[in-house]
């Protein structure tokens, strides 16, 4: 059976798509038709490069390493302490989940909806986000955020 199309680059695949991949874990979104049913393991290897594209070109937060750097800290505690049987190290697991939610709790996130809403104010046109592709809106993102920075200075 022939795998169906799906998308290859940050390029071709929308940025609903994209928010809907991410919100719902439902990779048939990779799908240009999503009536058809495609191999999983496909699907989920051509979201990790455009993952890894979407890294390469625009990188990621220094709030967002810290996450991500939280989570491998714990991720090697549990296996530390899962190997050595040191429930001492439980403690460091707890401190270290503890910063984590304060992280993720102050990040002060905006839902996906409301930047679409305020990217299209901001640039004067309605943001469309099933005909944009994730690199269009993420170079938008990155207009408005230099305008707004450049602005407060």
């Known amino acids: 059976m022939k795998q169906p199309k799906h998308y290859t680059s940050i390029d071709d695949l929308p940025q609903y798509n994209w928010r809907m991949i991410s919100e719902k874990n439902d990779l048939s979104y990779m799908l240009v038709d999503r009536?058809?049913?495609?191999?999983k393991n496909i699907l989920?290897?051509?979201f990790d490069k455009i993952k890894d594209e979407y890294v390469d070109t625009f990188g990621i937060t220094e709030n967002y390493?810290?996450?991500?750097?939280?989570?491998?800290d714990i991720i090697c505690l549990q296996l530390e302490m899962a190997a050595t049987g040191d429930r001492f190290i439980e403690n460091h697991i707890d401190m270290a989940n503890m910063?984590?939610?304060?992280?993720?709790?102050?990040?002060?996130?905006?839902?996906?909806?409301?930047?679409?809403v305020r990217l299209s104010k901001h640039m004067g046109f309605q943001v469309n986000e099933r005909t944009i592709s994730v690199r269009e809106y993420a170079e938008m993102v990155d207009v408005m955020r230099n305008d707004l920075t450049s602005k407060a200075a």
Do not use: F, R, V, Y
């Open 35 to 39: 009536t058809k049913m495609g191999n």
């Open 99 to 116: 910063e984590l939610d304060n992280l993720l709790s102050t990040t002060g996130k905006m839902k996906p909806s409301e930047t679409t």
């Open 65 to 72: 390493k810290k996450i991500l750097d939280l989570k491998k």
């Open 44 to 46: 989920a290897e051509a």
